[in-house]
């Protein structure tokens, strides 16, 4: 059974810093690109980030472009979003994705429950 399960979100002042993680299980991790989606309240999904297997990066957010750095560790089986300067308008729960494939994405088959984040002072 594919899991996914994230860590690190929390209550944040405006113009603060997070990292958030997600640790993966079931499946073999190194196999497949990963991604950090987010839900702010009341709005739809929104896709912050995506690298590939081998931890190249294919997309930003324009929203996030410079403020946001993910990366993975496969050894560890993790996928890690940096998050710099963060807004109000960064409050969202974020969610680790897995993609179905090991490059650009091609459709995310599995979620984690989601970690909040919350930036407001």
């Known amino acids: 059974e594919v899991q996914l399960v994230e860590s690190g979100g929390v209550l944040v002042q405006p113009g603060g810093s997070l990292r958030l993680s997600c640790v993966g299980s079931?499946?073999?991790?190194?196999?497949?690109?990963m991604g950090w989606v987010r839900q702010a309240p009341g709005k739809g999904l929104e896709l912050v980030s995506h690298?590939?297997?081998?931890?190249?990066?294919?997309y930003y957010g324009e929203s996030v472009k410079d403020r946001f750095t993910i990366s993975r560790d496969n050894a560890k089986n993790a996928v890690y979003l940096q998050m710099d300067s963060l807004k109000p308008d960064d409050t969202a729960r974020y969610f680790c994705?897995?993609?179905?494939?090991?490059?650009?994405?091609?459709?995310?088959?599995?979620w984690g429950q989601g970690t909040q984040v919350t930036v407001s002072s």
């Open positions: 690298l590939n297997w081998d931890g190249e990066v294919t």
């Open positions: 994705v897995k993609d179905r494939n090991v490059g650009l994405p091609e459709g995310y088959d599995s």
């Open positions: 079931g499946f073999i991790f190194d196999r497949y690109a």
